[in-house]
C-alpha cells in the first residue's frame, strides 16, 4: 500500500507490563525507522532498519527496547516493563533510500502509549 | 540544546497575512526537509533541499536552503486557516541515516 500502517493507535499499559507496537512500512521501501514524539513535539530517533537488518540503533534503549522487522511480517518495537516516562507517540516511517534526501520519509499516523 | 532551533515555538495569525519560520543551526547538513503534522497523525514531507541558496516554492509556501546550509526557512503568504498545524524542520547531517528535528513551530491562522 501507498501508506505507512500503524497498529493500535492507542495502547495503555501499566507501569512494569509489556507493550508492542506494530509497523506495516510502503511495499518497496528498504528502510524502516522508529521516532519517539514527547511532549514539547521533540522527536527523538530510536533505531532504523534495512530491510530486515538493523541499521543504526544509536537512540535505543537497550534494556528494555527491542525492535524487529522480519521479511513478510509487520515490523515490530517492544518495550518491557514500561515505564511513566515512556508515555509518548511512536512513529515509524519509511523511505526508499538510506537517509530519504531526495525522497523524504513516509510517516505512520503513530501510536499513542500511555504508561499508568 | 537541540541541533536544529526553530522559531517561533508558537505563532498565531489572522487569515490574509504573511509569516516566516526559521530553522537554525550551526551544523551542516546534507539536505533538510520540512513536515507538517497534523493533531493525531504523523508528520506529512512538505518539501526536501539539498542545494546551499536553493529555493523551493510550493503554491503560497516558500522554502529556501542557507548558502552554508545550515539554516533553512519556510514564508506563507496570506496565509489560511487551512495552514494551521506543526511545522517541523528536519535535517541529514550525512553521518547516518537518521533525520535530526527541530523543536517545531505550531502555527494557527484565526478565519
Known amino acids: 500500500g501507498e501508506e505507512v500502517a500503524q497498529t493500535p493507535k492507542h495502547l495503555v499499559r501499566g507501569e512494569g507490563q509489556k507493550a508492542k507496537l506494530y509497523c506495516a512500512p510502503i511495499?518497496?521501501?528498504?528502510?524502516v525507522f522508529w521516532y519517539q514524539q514527547v511532549l514539547k513535539n521533540e522527536f527523538k530517533f530510536l533505531i532504523s532498519?534495512?530491510?530486515?537488518?538493523?541499521?543504526?540503533e544509536t537512540g535505543m534503549p537497550k534494556e528494555r527496547f527491542s525492535a524487529k522487522c522480519l521479511p513478510n511480517s509487520p515490523c515490530s518495537l517492544e518495550i518491557q516493563a514500561t515505564k511513566l516516562e515512556d508515555s509518548a507517540v511512536y512513529f515509524c516511517?519509511?523511505?526508499?533510500?538510506?537517509?530519504?534526501?531526495?525522497?523524504?520519509?513516509?510517516f505512520g499516523s503513530g501510536t499513542r502509549l500511555t504508561v499508568v | 540544546t537541540q541541533l536544529l532551533e526553530q522559531s517561533p515555538q508558537f505563532l498565531s495569525i489572522q487569515e490574509g497575512e504573511n509569516l516566516t519560520v526559521y530553522c537554525n543551526s550551526s551544523?551542516?547538513?546534507?539536505?533538510l526537509q520540512w513536515y507538517r503534522q497534523e493533531p493525531g497523525e504523523g508528520p506529512v514531507l512538505l518539501v526536501t533541499?539539498?542545494?546551499?541558496?536553493e529555493v523551493k516554492k510550493l503554491k503560497r509556501l516558500t522554502f529556501q536552503f542557507g548558502d552554508a546550509r545550515k539554516d533553512s526557512s519556510l514564508h506563507i503568504t496570506a496565509a489560511q486557516p487551512g495552514d494551521t498545524g506543526l511545522y517541523l524542520c528536519?535535517?541529514?547531517?550525512?553521518?547516518?541515516?537518521?533525520?535530526?528535528f527541530g523543536g517545531g513551530t505550531r502555527l494557527m491562522v484565526k478565519p
Open positions: 516511517a519509511s523511505s526508499q533510500e538510506r537517509q530519504g534526501a531526495s525522497y523524504g520519509y513516509t
Open positions: 511495499k518497496g521501501h528498504s528502510y
Open positions: 532498519f534495512q530491510n530486515e537488518n538493523v541499521f543504526d
Open positions: 551544523s551542516v547538513f546534507s539536505s
Open positions: 533541499v539539498v542545494t546551499g541558496g
Open positions: 528536519a535535517g541529514d547531517l550525512g553521518a547516518g541515516n537518521m533525520l535530526t
